[in-house]
């Protein structure tokens, strides 16, 4: 007799079986993380908290609401983002699953790697309610594609906000930043040549030839998303405006909209636990080339870090059923031979 058919290699036996803490990119995001909430707890202590205070507690509370509705639509706007990749390769799936997973998948990514950690929970979740896991998986790759290229639509207004910056001395204003902006540009660094590896690469050509390019056949979807995308990213830009008046800083949408771009960008890097602390170093540095205080500037990042958690926090009344659901995803994918082995 010959040799037992061998079984379709899972996700796990390709990429080895250590644990968190013995891959190098978990240091890399534990190193980014410590190093950016230190050298933001660092300006605040130099800057005095009672500044920082004092903002906060002068905050109109009509502003904050107005900013707090336009995170709330900004989340609709990338559910409906989701939706509208989703329905073009299954038209029967219920929004309001899409909804309840575009949720909690938001919500979780405030606490997972990178900013885009939620990710992988709302894919899983959804292989329950798919004929396809390609469809589900796919979804989720598109979905943050659109918003990128939505972003990078406006990168130009960045180059232009910040074309007449020339005088770095800014940078400097703080004793200590001659080390700490360098010690962040090389995580930075470190995460860039990460992403770099061919093994990232060869997971990407897969997704692209099994996963994405049935998309291009239901070109509505696409149009539809990118659309959603731009109205979504609009809509939270403006709210960042407000806040950034309501902290009274003299800023226009503009320059808001090129600031945003630049920290959207780097929060995408994979060396901290959703941009948390890269964020708000990034803030802390950008704004005041703007003629912001570095006071004003850190109320801001921290008025940006919380609102829209805030917003989401009703999500965790669907978190249980979702992690169920992502569960029995999980488990549906090893049947079908793992990632590589779904189509």
Same mark, same amino acid.
């Given at each position: 007799m010959g040799e037992p058919a061998k079984r379709a290699p899972v996700m796990e036996e390709r990429t080895g079986s250590r644990p968190l803490y013995g891959r190098p990119l978990f240091w890399i995001r534990l190193g980014g993380t410590v190093l950016g909430l230190g050298f933001l707890v660092w300006v605040l202590s130099q800057q005095a908290w009672a500044q920082v205070r004092q903002l906060m507690q002068t905050l109109s509370w009509p502003?904050?609401?107005?900013?707090?509705?336009?995170?709330?639509?900004?989340q609709v706007f990338n559910t409906l983002r989701w939706w509208a990749l989703l329905r073009a390769q299954h038209p029967l799936l219920s929004e309001r699953v899409v909804f309840r997973l575009s949720w909690v998948g938001y919500l979780t990514s405030n606490f997972l790697p990178s900013s885009v950690g939620g990710d992988g929970l709302r894919g899983a979740a959804l292989l329950p309610h798919v004929p396809r896991a390609s469809i589900a998986l796919a979804s989720v790759v598109l979905d943050r594609v659109l918003n990128l290229l939505s972003m990078l639509c406006l990168l130009p207004v960045t180059v232009w906000i910040f074309r007449d910056v020339t005088d770095v001395s800014v940078y400097f204003r703080w004793r200590g930043e001659k080390v700490a902006i360098p010690l962040v540009l090389i995580v930075i660094l470190f995460g860039l040549g990460y992403l770099a590896r061919s093994s990232l690469r060869h997971h990407l050509e897969i997704?692209?030839?099994?996963?994405?390019h049935p998309w291009g056949q239901r070109p509505a979807g696409l149009l539809w998303g990118f659309f959603w995308a731009w109205m979504s990213n609009l809509i939270q830009i403006g709210s960042i405006y407000v806040l950034a008046r309501a902290v009274g800083m003299s800023v226009s949408y503009v320059q808001v909209l090129g600031v945003h771009v630049l920290i959207y960008l780097l929060v995408l890097l994979p060396?901290? /636990?959703?941009? !948390?602390?890269? @964020?708000?170093? +990034?803030?802390?540095? /950008?704004?005041? !080339?703007?003629? @912001?205080?570095? +006071?004003?500037?850190?109320?801001?990042? !921290?008025?940006?870090?919380?609102l829209p958690l805030l917003i989401l926090l009703p999500g965790v009344l669907w978190l249980p059923g979702v992690l169920k659901e992502a569960a029995m995803g999980v488990k549906s994918l090893h049947r079908r031979g793992g990632l590589y082995g779904s189509i």
């Open positions: 502003l904050l609401t107005l900013a707090g509705a336009g995170f709330l639509f900004g997704v692209w030839k099994r996963w994405i060396i901290s /636990l959703n941009g !948390l602390g890269v @964020a708000e170093s +990034a803030y802390v540095v /950008l704004y005041p !080339l703007l003629g @912001a205080t570095p +006071a004003q500037a850190a109320a801001l990042a !921290l008025l940006a870090r919380f």
